[in-house]
């Protein structure tokens, strides 16, 4: 039998549990969720992943906040596909990312994907690694022309 599939989601304010337990960002998660900012990738009712959009955007620009996959979960392309996913929402638009210039697995992930570095901005993590931002263009949406 094949194994059940994965569907990505609005998160549901029962998911905190199973966010919390593999979330590495300080704070939870409940805003988000509230303000239908929250996507999860599951596997029945395992949350396996998700990500926000930021509420204020970056610079008037819509700009994904957190992205995390559970250590369970992590190189089968789980984060590959929110992403996609959060791209989709935004045909049109130029949409920024962003990660501690340290973080080698994100770095990774968005250097295969169609991100381009914007830079860094030192100072917004304490003594941590400078936040290094990236943006990507999405097409817009071809529509089939009007009837007449
Ligand atoms: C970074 C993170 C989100 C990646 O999630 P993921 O679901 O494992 O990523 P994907 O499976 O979609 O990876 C796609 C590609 O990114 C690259 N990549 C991802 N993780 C990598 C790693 N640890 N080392 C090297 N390359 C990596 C690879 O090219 C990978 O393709 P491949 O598996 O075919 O080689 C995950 O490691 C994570 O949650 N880390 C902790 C939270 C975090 O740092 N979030 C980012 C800050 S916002």
Known sequence: MSAPAIVLRPGHASDLPHLQAFDPFAGRRDREIEEGLLQVAARQNEVLAYLTFSRGGFVG?????????????????????????????????????????????????LQAGPWTEAGAVHGANGPRAAEVFFYTDVPSLVLPPARS
């Not at 992403?83 to 770095?107: C, K, Y």
């Open 61 to 109: 620009n819509p700009y994904i906040e957190f992205l995390a996959v559970a250590p369970s979960g992590r190189r089968q392309g789980l984060a590959s596909r929110l992403l996609a996913w959060a791209l989709a929402q935004h045909p049109g638009l130029r949409v920024f990312i962003s990660t501690e210039a340290d973080n080698f697995p994100m770095r990774a992930l």
